[in-house]
């Protein structure tokens, strides 16, 4: 969860007033601003959201919807060869004044226009920075250096391949360094390049909600406290009502199993880890079986190095896929990889959850979700 003043937190449980703020800039050129600036549009906040994806590579993405009252402003930064970015922002009113916090840096690549009568209206679309990376793939093969860092890999190629910004990051140092020279080919995706870096050291990989690079270690859910805690008519918590529950156990797995295969190693390495919980819903020795995912190309260099990956994919996947549709309270301080505890004895809604999905509607319209129970 994002960390607000406690005036915001208060404003959020009373239900807002809640504002939005859309700033477009074009190489670094605020274009737009739709609360203070307000050059050329106005954002349609009801036809408007910001969806997150912990599941995806890409994971922020939004919908903006546009009046235009200066079309020729707005032109510049709908040509099709300009690369702007919009940077979302909710808050609430504070005795009259906002308190923003970003929802996320995007990268606009869509923009549709339509008119009725007078009224122009554009529709744009966008993803966080990562498909920036991804579109200016490596135009040679790049080598990592051996006896490298594993975040200093990573900083040497978003520097090199970022385009259009500078990169910033919130990402520590590892305990490990590449024991040889690692080679992405040609064409290839530097982002994908940066993620399986990470995932050699047990970090996942992503832009945070001010596009910023972020690495962090991925932790068990069970080992940290809820940030939220849900309930259905109980006073005590968050009340949501009403709720749907969409189960599947189609693409769930109960372990993970790493092997290194790089060039440098004299002989295979591997790590794997198990649901070895006897209250978990997905035991391995229980009545669902044994169901791993396999990562088979990781950048490692020891056993060691595999069961950290492992341990850190585990973290993130484990648990049972559960879709839960609700209504509740608007709150901009979720992200995903919150942990929350759910209470709906009538559903069998109950126990440790981790959000994977979250959309949240610049408008009055509901967030949803898809949260996966880990107990």
């Not at 920036?132 to 490596?138: A, E, H, I, K, Q």
């Not at 002989?267 to 819903?281: H, Q, V």
């Not at 809604?349 to 996966?372: E, H, Q, S």
Request: hydrophobic share 40%; aromatic share 10%.
């Amino acid at each position: 969860m994002q960390i607000t003043t406690p005036e915001f937190d208060a404003a959020v449980l009373a239900g807002g007033p809640f504002v939005n703020r859309v700033v477009i800039t074009v190489l670094g050129v605020i274009m737009e601003d739709t609360y203070y600036l307000q050059n050329c549009m106005t954002l349609i906040s009801d036809a408007s959201s910001v969806a997150y994806d912990r599941t995806s590579d890409t994971r922020m993405s939004c919908d903006l919807s546009f009046n235009i009252t200066n079309v020729a402003l707005s032109q510049t930064f709908m040509d099709e060869t300009v690369f702007p970015e919009a940077q979302v922002y909710c808050g609430v009113l504070v005795s009259g004044v906002p308190q923003w916090l970003s929802m996320g840096v995007f990268g606009l690549f869509q923009f549709n226009t339509s008119v009725q009568g007078e009224q122009v209206t554009v529709q744009a679309n966008g993803t966080d920075r990562s498909d920036r990376l991804r579109n200016n793939p490596f135009k040679t093969p790049w080598q990592t250096p051996a006896s490298q860092d594993y975040f200093t890999a990573l900083i040497n190629i978003f520097n090199d391949r970022a385009k259009g910004f500078t990169p910033e990051y919130n990402v520590g140092s590892s305990a490990f360094l590449t024991p040889g020279a690692i080679n992405f080919d040609e064409d290839s995706d530097p982002f994908a390049a940066g993620m399986k870096l990470m995932e050699a050291v047990g970090c996942e990989l992503y832009f945070g909600r001010y596009g910023e690079v972020c690495a962090f270690p991925i932790p068990d859910p069970l080992l940290i406290a809820p940030t939220m805690v849900l309930h259905t008519g109980d006073a005590n918590g968050v009340t949501i009502s009403p709720i749907t529950k969409n189960g599947s156990n189609k693409d769930v797995v109960n372990g993970v199993i790493c092997r290194g295969e790089a060039p440098w190693l004299l002989f295979p390495i591997s790590g794997e880890i198990w649901d070895d919980d006897p209250l978990s819903p997905t035991f391995r020795s229980g009545s669902f079986g044994e169901k791993p995912k396999k990562i088979g190309d990781a950048l490692a260099s020891t056993n060691a190095q595999c069961l950290a990956t492992a341990t850190a994919e585990f973290n993130k996947v484990k648990g049972v896929a559960e879709e839960i549709d609700f209504q509740s309270i608007k709150d901009p301080r979720v992200d995903i990889g919150d942990v929350v505890d759910i209470l709906n004895v009538n559903l069998g809604v109950t126990g440790r959850y981790v959000l994977d999905k979250y959309t949240y509607p610049l408008g009055f319209a509901n967030c949803t979700g898809m949260i996966r129970r880990k107990r």
